[in-house]
């Protein structure tokens, strides 16, 4: 039981100590950002920035799947279309939401 214990409060204090922890993108941050294309406080050109400067980012693990995916969406979220403003529209990003917070 003690060595249980031990290990235990060491592997706790590893994982604290992991300084991947605080910095490993949430999928709620790729939500925050698409709502704030929707709601006009945060421009596509900036979050595609955002977007690749992730990827340019050697010190982020990006483990999670959905993460990656809507991460690299977004790095093409300023580009334009021939027959509107932009590729992805609102709509477009109305359903990413829905989709990340179904998966």
């Known amino acids: 039981m003690k060595r249980t214990i031990i290990y235990l409060i060491l592997m706790v204090v590893i994982k604290e100590g992991d300084s ?3 910095t490993q993108l949430q999928r709620i941050d790729i939500i925050h ?3 704030d294309i929707l709601a006009g406080n945060a421009k596509r050109d900036d979050v595609s ?3 690749f400067n992730i990827f340019d980012d ?3 693990r990006l483990e999670d799947p959905v ?3 809507y991460l690299k969406l977004l790095g093409a979220v ?3 279309s021939s027959d509107r ?3 992805y529209t609102d709509d477009d990003l109305r359903h990413w939401i829905t989709e990340i917070e179904s998966q």
């Open 20 to 22: 991947t922890l605080s």
């Open 33 to 35: 950002k698409i709502s």
């Open 49 to 51: 920035e955002w977007a």
């Open 58 to 60: 050697d010190s982020l």
């Open 67 to 69: 993460v990656l995916k």
């Open 78 to 80: 300023d580009l334009p």
């Open 85 to 87: 403003d932009f590729l």
